[in-house]
């Protein structure tokens, strides 16, 4: 929650949602929209931290904005996300459309601005309307993204699809074939804009390469920084005042440095720096959110500019990206890719600029400091705290921070996982340092939150690309409360007079869609051979593909993954398939010289 009165060193609060934050929008005085990258719309409350659902399955939302009693939402559509391999002259293809041709992709492709009427004081959506279509975009950033009214006009951010027209990669560059697919061919590199209620859009300034979070200021100035991707030589970032019908160069000119040409708008500010993701503008000045590259911080930064340019004051050195930036009581809220909002007094920070990364450090100190152990103990120190996992490595050096990081959670309940994620069995939360760490002298730390479901496994650790494929330099993996739920449902289970279905080394018991293994007493070698699991379904049609030869599913295991102790019993739990099942064989199996031997084995066949 928010205090009344803000600390003297400027940090007022951090509000934890979790999630990948990407856009905010003030309801009213005390609550805010917030939507993510997983498709939600959030209602958040500053003073008492509650927090509601109010939309669910949207595609990337990236700007928000409220105007008489609607919020609007700018989104990917059905931008398919690329694979980005040039093939030959045939140019960029999709992964789910290999075989289309460039064209045929495109009029597949859209992003959008939509509305919805907000319900009394509830702050719920209802009326889903489409105000912007045909879109091009062929990725999920150059596409529609900020959006900002100025209490008659909504004004929206689109950016220039540089994957099909862009120096050195023409692939498409004749208008009349855009045109024949059905997009708006006028809605490239722009700021456009429209008035409710009849949403008629017009081209309000053009030549911006990709502008994410945009805000006007007092004297009705749009202010966006203009997002040039990788810092490579010859390229730069801008802070822009985007004024009715001017135009800001790109592609010739502006973030690529070539020479003023006639009608080109001059930026406000080159940025020192990359990957600029908002701008806010108030009285004092414009807020703009980079990673900064002029070697005063190696981390994202909230830099305040001066109307007439010139070098600006930092504000904030940031963990992670700062995504949105929304003011309310002389206080700046930052929403963050990491899935908090910072709150903090932009006055005090001035000073004495805030570094986010010290609030953490204190936050993991207190935990080590309690008495916490590491959960992992490897290259890097992994510690478990209040929803959130804690990487440590001391003493660290820059090479430490290159590899990324993969992140495997497993959940008690896989209906729990994102429908595309239920194949593999485990959602997957891969990051980078650069998203999630920081450093601290001779210190590398990190923090990714985890999902708000119940975790049974989190295997984590880093690799690296190599030329015969991905290798770990470190790994390891920590069960949850897996055992304990099942400890308790498994009680529950032989309490109501439940039976195994199968007696034998391990004592094999069936609960609701799942397979308990139940041995006592136990020694770590029970632990040691993998379990063979054979699923015959009543109709062999149910089997994938590739195992209609065998007339059975192979649903093996070892322990390590699916298994627990607890004192001198071992148990073990296996999620069965959604199909309906005639018959289990189960058991444990070693390998020796000779081939394979069953330790133990049982079968048991379903009542029809």
Not at 191 to 205: G, K, L, T
Not at 494 to 509: E, N, R
């Amino acid at each position: 929650m928010v205090p009344e009165v803000c600390p003297e060193h400027g940090y007022c609060a951090r509000l934890d949602l979790g999630g990948r934050l990407t856009a905010a929008a003030w309801l009213d005085e005390d609550r805010m929209y917030l939507a993510d990258f997983e498709g939600r719309i959030r209602l958040l409350d500053v003073r008492t931290g509650v927090v509601t659902m109010v939309l669910e399955g949207l595609s990337i939302p990236r700007g928000l904005t409220v105007l008489d009693g609607h919020l609007y939402v700018s989104e990917m559509g059905n931008v398919c996300r690329l694979v980005r391999q040039v093939l030959g002259q045939e140019g960029i293809r999709c992964k789910y459309e290999a075989g289309a041709s460039d064209l045929e992709f495109l009029s597949r492709t859209s992003a959008q601005v939509l509305s919805y009427q907000i319900i009394d004081d509830s702050g719920e959506l209802s009326d889903r309307q489409v105000v912007v279509d045909r879109i091009m975009a062929w990725d999920p950033t150059h596409a529609p993204n900020g959006l900002a009214n100025d209490g008659e006009y909504v004004y929206v951010s689109i950016g220039h699809p540089q994957h099909v027209i862009d120096p050195g990669h023409i692939l498409i560059t004749d208008a009349d074939e855009l045109k024949s697919h059905n997009r708006r061919t006028d809605l490239m590199g722009v700021v456009a804009r429209f008035r409710p209620p009849d949403n008629e859009v017009e081209v309000y300034a053009t030549g911006l390469r990709n502008t994410y979070g945009i805000s006007i200021a007092p004297d009705g100035t749009i202010y966006g920084a203009d997002n040039d991707g990788p810092a490579t030589e010859g390229q730069r970032e801008e802070l822009n005042a985007i004024v009715a019908g001017g135009f800001y160069g790109y592609p010739i000119y502006g973030t690529y440095e070539a020479p003023p040409e006639a009608g080109v708008s001059e930026p406000v500010a080159v940025l020192e720096g990359k990957a600029s993701t908002f701008a806010h503008a108030n009285p004092d000045g414009i807020y703009v959110a980079y990673l900064a590259l002029d070697g005063s911080s190696d981390g994202f930064v909230v830099d305040r500019f001066d109307y007439a340019g010139g070098r600006p004051e930092r504000i904030v050195s940031a963990r992670g990206h700062t995504t949105a930036i929304l003011e309310r009581n002389g206080l700046l809220y930052l929403a963050s890719f990491d899935g908090n909002v910072h709150v903090i007094n932009p006055h005090v920070a001035a000073a004495a600029p805030l570094n986010l990364d010290s609030y953490y450090d204190d936050y993991v100190d207190e935990v080590i400091a309690d008495g916490g152990l590491p959960i992992i103990s490897s290259d890097y120190d992994v510690y478990l705290g209040a929803g959130v996992l804690i990487y440590d490595k001391h003493p660290c050096t820059p090479a430490d921070t290159e590899d990324g990081f993969f992140l495997h959670v497993v959940p008690v309940n896989l209906d729990a996982l994102p429908e595309d994620r239920r194949q593999y069995n485990f959602d997957r939360r891969d990051f980078k340092f650069a998203d999630y760490g920081w450093r601290n002298g001779d210190r590398c730390r990190a923090v990714r939150r985890l999902p708000e479901y119940d975790i049974s496994t989190i295997r984590t650790g880093q690799s690296v690309r190599e030329e015969s494929g991905w290798r770990s330099i470190w790994e390891g993996q920590y069960h949850l409360n897996f055992g304990s739920y099942y400890d308790d449902y498994l009680d529950e289970v032989i309490a109501d007079g439940g039976l195994p279905i199968i007696a034998s080394d391990y004592d094999v018991y069936l609960g609701e869609g799942v397979l308990i293994y139940d041995k006592h007493p136990c020694t770590p070698a029970d632990t040691e051979a993998g379990f063979f699991l054979h699923v015959v379904p009543v109709n062999l049609d149910d089997l994938p593909e590739e195992r209609r030869q065998y007339n059975f599913d192979n649903w093996g295991f070892s322990f390590d993954d699916d298994g627990w102790q607890n004192g001198d019993r071992c148990r073990a739990v296996r999620r069965l398939p959604e199909y309906d099942i005639s018959t289990i064989r189960t058991g444990q199996t070693v390998r020796e010289e000779s081939g394979w031997r069953n330790i133990w084995e049982g079968e048991y066949r379903f009542e029809r």
